[in-house]
Structures are given as structure tokens and as C-alpha cells.
């Protein structure tokens, strides 16, 4: 995932989950706003209620190789929480998931095969 594509700032994180619905799928709560940016960004928050740092860290790591598989569609920005069940899930599980929620939202563009 490339750093253009990565919200960083706590305050870009507030201000997108304190002014939109969520919208929650199995073990993810996703927060979606629309812009007329021409690039997405997603950030991903993995609370310390799951684990350790080490393992945070891997959650965030194998989300960011999921979600760098697809095209998206480049007018939004969008925080991923990540509950407590993505500790018993596999890789495969997590990304069938994360695939069906993201189509969902409508974030993924119409041809995005794997690359």
C-alpha cells in the first residue's frame, strides 16, 4: 500500500468517524466518507483490546496486503476498526471478508481483478 493511500493524521481519524454513519460486517466497522479527492485512503485502527503491539501490527500488516490487491475507486476515504474475532480468523477469511464488505460500499471498481 502506497503512503498517498494511508490516513495518518488523529485528526483526519476523528473528524471521518465523529461525522458518518458506520457500517459493520462480520469482524470490521467501517466509517465512509465521499470527496472529490483523486485518490482513496484508507486507515486502518486496531484496538489494544485484540493484543499485543506485535500483534496489532500483524493485523495491520496482512489488511494492507488485502486491500493492495484491488483497484478502488478514488473519491473516498475510509477507516477500517478491526474486532476482536479477526484473532481466530485465516488470511483467506480475512480477505473474503474485507472483499465482500468493500463491495458492499461500492469501493471497488467494476473490473478490479486481483493483480
Same mark, same amino acid.
Not at 3 to 31: A, G, L, P
Not at 90 to 115: G, I, P, R, V
Given at each position: 500500500?502506497?503512503? %498517498?493511500?494511508?490516513?495518518?493524521?488523529?485528526?483526519?481519524?476523528?473528524? %471521518?468517524?465523529?461525522?458518518?454513519?458506520?457500517?459493520?460486517?462480520?469482524?470490521?466497522?467501517?466509517?465512509?466518507?465521499?470527496?472529490?479527492?483523486?485518490?482513496?485512503?484508507?486507515? %486502518?485502527?486496531?484496538?489494544?483490546?485484540?493484543?499485543?503491539?506485535?500483534?496489532?501490527?500483524?493485523?495491520?500488516?496482512?489488511?494492507?496486503?488485502?486491500?493492495?490487491?484491488?483497484?478502488?475507486?478514488?473519491?473516498?476515504?475510509?477507516?477500517?476498526?478491526?474486532?476482536?474475532? %479477526?484473532?481466530?480468523?485465516?488470511?483467506?477469511?480475512?480477505?473474503?471478508?474485507?472483499?465482500?464488505?468493500?463491495?458492499?460500499?461500492?469501493?471497488?471498481?467494476?473490473?478490479?481483478?486481483?493483480?
Amino acid at each position: 500500500m502506497k503512503k %498517498i493511500n494511508i490516513v495518518k493524521n488523529s485528526r483526519d481519524f476523528d473528524s %471521518i468517524i465523529k461525522n458518518n454513519k458506520s457500517f459493520k460486517y462480520k469482524d470490521y466497522i467501517f466509517y465512509v466518507v465521499r470527496n472529490i479527492s483523486s485518490v482513496y485512503k484508507f486507515g %486502518i485502527a486496531v484496538p489494544k483490546k485484540i493484543g499485543s503491539a506485535v500483534i496489532r501490527n500483524k493485523i495491520k500488516r496482512r489488511i494492507k496486503s488485502i486491500l493492495d490487491k484491488k483497484d478502488y475507486k478514488n473519491d473516498f476515504n475510509c477507516i477500517i476498526i478491526v474486532g476482536k474475532g %479477526i484473532l481466530t480468523k485465516s488470511f483467506e477469511e480475512m480477505s473474503n471478508n474485507l472483499y465482500d464488505a468493500l463491495a458492499k460500499l461500492d469501493l471497488l471498481k467494476e473490473n478490479s481483478d486481483e493483480k
